[in-house]
């Protein structure tokens, strides 16, 4: 009597309303597991329509050309002879529902519909999905007649329901469901069950793939049974990076793990175990075995089928696996690199430019595409035909081989330092440097005189002419020299740099064109996309500026976003290829957390891979490319003081540093985002927590201090976050405004009230200390 199972799961690269692509992969996942033996093949998340469609899935025809992939997929002979479950959405009496939908040769054997359904964070299912409520409990659904016509089936079992083959029992949970404090699988494996599958929707986070294999093995730890994870890969077409990491359990351990970080758009695990040792291992756990005799049972779908042979005494056994994990550094240089490969491939763009500066965060973004090349390369190497023709696509070029990745790198990144009178030397040496050893197509040039032309537009205007700090002017007239507010006037006070924070400025993550002129200018291009990034009928820097404008010091900042756009779209012209740009951006977490940027310029790129990735995190990453990858010129951008280079020079060296513009240190604001964010404190609950953490370094008042800056700027710069430019998320505390931070952009930004909490307890600890002097005195 056979008891040996083959089961498979999947990792697939759909993508949101790609049915035709969808539909391949799908099938391609099924041939595959098929040629591996397997009976069983779990799919992942809303696979057929792919999982991030939002708004779509209110339209009829998601959900009518979902029906047409299922029917395509049920009419398929290379769906013949396994079980295949796969996710869309269903309506069923006017509601729709994320369901599971598992069939075996041409007829349907059930609909599993979710029961807990993701909404918080970046996930918004209960915006278009209803939970299934009711548990242990189904009801007929009527197919449509398209599907009738190829079952034969008029109605088939909808609901919570499990599955019973002639050898063993499948359940699903789908998900949310495994993180749930009470997940379907504790219910169902104490009613016998022993297969649960899993289809996921789960995107990449910093460290995350730890609690996801936790929650696994213990559900098996605890309860017994094989379990498989299936999940979405790939960008999906926002700012999600889904990243695999399909795995299969039993009994504790795992004994298949796929990649995290891949470029294949399928893949397929597949594990050979044994029913009898998921049977042994429940037998002598006698509290399970007490709670399952007194379990409510499932309703069963009977299936005649096994997903065993007759005869497997001979056939070998998966062995069990250690899982491997990446360091937090490893994962950003596979993720965002993956994401990027993902959204140039599909936005049929010709490569990427970024504005380089020489800081760190300019200088990990050009790396993370180097990361890129060099998995493509590998990726080739390893006999992948989709990314080979993919890449043959994107240079336009039938015959050619990537190689090496940084001649490929010289291909599709084309970096620019963009100099003015506040660059120094050393950061264009730097940019310069990197561009070399990565490859790039490097660029230098001078944004002076686009600068001096925008200014004398104002002169003109209104016979004044703004000058620095250091050359007498006011702090408006600095900050708007900084950010060449001129260029793009915004309303009122949409850049004020109030609460000391000058570093409006791009900060010196994006790719804070510091690099050239502003070496910290502008850096990631700003508009709404490639060819959108003009500011009136022509461009501003052919206008001259008049012989008797002198300027101390160029303004600059939004002045590169312009000329950023401008060399993405004819760069490739001028040098006689096809194609157009997508423009890199480079501003880190805790520089958008604090609004250490400017809008419409560093802010404004088509997308941002660094967006997500604090600046701590960043320089672990740059170390780790340093020795990887052998480019020794990020040593020295690694031990240089951070700055945006928008005011003048003293004495020929950089006057500013980012950290002092914000009054606020890299390794202070990623402590204040998690607690704003993810411990979810406003002002004076953050202050009581860091009066305890930060007790031994910082009194009360300095404490008290720190948060009342922290808010300030945060609130005045809350604006920012509207318009940042579409980037990878990597972490939880991320400000990004699009759906993940849903917080008001108009602030009261004395905070009176709370500020004033926060001083009624600072006024009583200091009373109590100087009672407590007294009394020793």
């Not at 900060?507 to 510091?514: F, H, T």
């Not at 001083?759 to 100087?770: G, I, K, N, S």
Request: glycine residues 6%; charged residues 20%.
């Amino acid at each position: 009597m056979g008891r040996k199972v083959t089961v498979a799961t999947c990792a697939l690269n759909q993508w949101a309303l790609d049915f035709e692509g969808n539909l391949q992969r799908i099938l391609k996942s099924i041939e595959i597991a098929k040629h591996k033996g397997a009976r069983y093949r779990l799919g992942p998340e809303l696979e057929i329509c792919g999982y991030g469609c939002w708004d779509h899935y209110y339209e009829s025809d998601t959900l009518l050309h979902s029906l047409q992939v299922l029917a395509a997929l049920l009419e398929s002979p290379v769906t013949q002879d396994i079980i295949c479950d796969v996710g869309m959405p269903i309506m069923h009496r006017n509601v729709r529902y994320n369901c599971r939908v598992i069939f075996l040769n041409r007829k349907i054997l059930l609909i599993r519909p979710k029961m807990a359904l993701a909404n918080e964070g970046n996930y918004r299912e209960l915006r278009w999905f209803t939970p299934w409520s009711r548990s242990r409990q189904t009801e007929e659904y009527f197919l449509p007649r398209m599907i009738q016509d190829l079952t034969k089936q008029e109605t088939v079992p909808f609901g919570d329901t499990v599955l019973s083959t002639r050898d063993t029992c499948i359940g699903s949970e789908v998900c949310e469901e495994l993180w749930t404090p009470h997940s379907p699988h504790v219910d169902m494996g104490l009613d016998g069950v022993e297969i649960f599958t899993n289809a996921s929707g789960s995107h990449h986070v910093l460290r995350k793939a730890h609690a996801r294999v936790d929650l696994v093995t213990m559900a098996t730890t605890k309860n017994g049974g094989i379990y498989l994870l299936a999940n979405q890969k790939g960008c999906d077409g926002d700012r999600l990076y889904y990243d695999g990491c399909a795995l299969i359990a039993m009994n504790g351990s795992i004994f298949a793990q796929g990649s995290q970080f891949s470029l294949d758009d399928v893949e397929v695990l597949t594990a050979t175990l044994d029913l009898e040792d998921v049977r042994s291992y429940r037998a002598e756990i006698s509290s399970r075995n007490l709670a399952a005799s007194r379990v409510s049972p499932y309703p069963r779908v009977k299936v005649d089928f096994a997903l065993s042979c007759h005869e497997d005494l001979l056939e070998p056994l998966s062995e069990p696996v250690e899982w491997k994990y990446h360091s937090p550094a490893e994962e950003i240089s596979l993720g965002p690199a993956c994401w990027l490969w993902d959204f140039l491939r599909r936005s049929q763009q010709a490569g990427f430019f970024l504005p380089l500066s020489g800081g760190v965060d300019s200088g990990a973004t050009a790396c993370l595409v180097y990361s890129m090349c060099h998995q493509v390369c590998e990726a080739v190497k390893h006999g992948s035909q989709e990314v080979l023709a993919d890449v043959r696509t994107i240079v336009n070029q039938t015959s050619y081989t990537p190689q090496d990745p940084r001649e490929l790198c010289g291909r599709i990144l084309t970096t620019c330092y963009m100099a003015s009178e506040n660059s120094s030397r050393e950061t264009c040496n730097r940019a310069r440097d990197l561009a070399q050893q990565i490859g790039s197509h490097h660029i230098g040039l001078n944004i002076d005189p686009a600068v001096k032309a925008a200014l004398g537009i104002f002169s003109l205007v209104t016979g004044k002419s703004p000058a620095f700090a250091a050359h007498g002017g006011s702090s408006r007239e600095s900050l708007a020299l900084q950010n060449v507010q001129v260029i793009l006037p915004s309303s009122a006070g949409s850049d004020r740099r109030d609460h000391g924070l000058p570093r409006w400025l791009c900060s010196p993550v994006s790719p804070r064109p510091r690099a050239l002129v502003l070496p910290s200018l502008w850096l990631s291009a700003g508009a709404h996309g490639v060819g959108e990034g003009t500011t009136g009928s022509r461009p501003l820097w052919t206008l001259e500026a008049p012989a008797s404008l002198k300027l101390s010091c160029p303004p600059e900042a939004r002045v590169r976003m312009v000329i950023a756009y401008l060399f993405a779209q004819l760069s490739l012209w001028s040098r006689g290829a096809p194609g157009r740009l997508l423009v890199l951006g480079s501003a880190n977490v805790d520089e958008s957390l604090l609004g250490y940027l400017t809008k419409y310029d560093c802010s404004s790129a088509d997308i941002n891979p660094i967006g997500g990735i604090s600046k701590t995190d960043l320089r672990a990453f740059v170390q780790l490319c340093m020795e990887r990858f052998q480019l020794p010129a990020l040593q020295s951008i690694l031990v240089a003081p951070a700055t945006a280079e928008l005011e003048p020079l003293a004495h020929g060296r950089v006057s500013q540093t980012d950290e002092e513009d914000m009054g606020v240190t890299y390794a202070e604001l990623s402590v204040y985002g998690r607690l704003r964010k993810i411990a979810k404190m406003g002002p004076y609950s953050m202050f009581c927590k860091l009066l305890y953490v930060w007790k031994d370094v910082c009194t009360p008042r300095q404490v008290a201090d720190k948060v009342k800056r922290f808010f300030s700027k945060y609130s005045t710069n809350r604006h920012k976050m509207t318009t940042l430019t579409p980037a990878y998320h990597a972490e939880s505390y991320s400000p990004d405004d699009n759906r993940f931070d849903l917080r008001p952009f108009l602030y009261n930004t004395r905070w009176p009230w709370q500020f004033r909490c926060i001083e009624t307890q600072v006024l009583q600890l200091e009373r109590r200390q100087h009672q407590d002097l007294d009394g020793v005195d």
